[in-house]
T-cell receptor
Framework: DGGITQSPKYLFRKEGQNVTLSCEQN?????MYWYRQDPGQGLRLIYY???????QKGDIAEGYSVSREKKESFPLTVTSAQKNPTAFYLC????????????FGPGTRLTVL | QKEVEQNSGPLSVPEGAIASLNCTYS??????FFWYRQYSGKSPELIMS????GDKEDGRFTAQLNKASQYVSLLIRDSQPSDSATYLC????????????????FGDGTTLTVKP
């Protein structure tokens, strides 16, 4: 059963803490993406990776970090430098050949207490 | 000007009517176009892809692409209350850079409400 999983579904963070959001896919996709979505807003790209051990900043990378050590995994760390991290975080993956449709995981809702 | 623009809505149609959602894009060389449906509190779900000028039909959904006018639309026939959601238009760039393969630009979405 192929797909994208994200964990946890809900995450609460105290101010000043770093937290890491998990994203795993078994679709054999080369590319993976992290987006942030605020209430009533569209998707904003944080980071993306087209290949293992390589990634690029998106439009709002400040305060976030990623790693891509395995093709299947693309974890996102929300650091204490991110001043307003409360949001819905979405991970997606796509092939890098063909039509490149993105498929999304179920999301992680992060709340800063 | 945003790269991908959608009417923010909300768009309200009665049950059984045709809902028409529109999207314009600025990159004339774009080749791949997608429609996603996002229910409140959930993640986006791909519902249509279109790559050639003209219409593409899938059940009650029809995607229309006009590259000359740089717009893509989604028609939902016989709208149902279960179609009530936000619809996101996404466009893939045409710059040919390998680092951008699959990297879509999303519109902000149009919220559709289908009233029983």
């Amino acid at each position: 059963d192929g797909g994208i999983t994200q964990s946890p579904k809900y995450l609460f963070r105290k101010e000043g803490q770093n937290v890491t959001l998990s994203c795993e896919q078994n679709l054999n996709h080369d590319a993976m993406y992290w987006y942030r979505q605020d209430p009533g807003q569209g998707l904003r790209l944080i980071y993306y990776s087209q290949i293992v051990n390589d990634f690029q900043k998106g439009d709002i990378a400040e305060g976030y970090s990623v790693s891509r050590e395995k093709k299947e995994s693309f974890p996102l760390t929300v650091t204490s430098a991110q001043k307003n991290p409360t949001a819905f975080y979405l991970c997606a993956s796509s092939p890098t050949s063909g039509f490149n449709e993105q498929f999304f995981g179920p999301g992680t809702r992060l709340t800063v207490l | 000007q945003k790269e991908v623009e959608q009417n923010s809505g909300p768009l309200s149609v009665p049950e059984g009517a045709i809902a028409s959602l529109n999207c314009t894009y600025s990159d004339r060389g774009s080749q791949s176009f997608f429609w996603y449906r996002q229910y409140s509190g959930k993640s986006p779900e791909l519902i249509m892809s279109i790559y050639s000028n003209g219409d593409k039909e899938d059940g009650r959904f029809t995607a229309q692409l006009n590259k000359a006018s740089q717009y893509v639309s989604l028609l939902i026939r016989d709208s149902q209350p279960s179609d009530s959601a936000t619809y996101l238009c996404a466009v893939n760039p045409s710059d040919g850079l390998s680092t951008n393969a699959g990297k879509s630009t999303f519109g902000d979405g149009t919220t559709l409400t289908v009233k029983p």
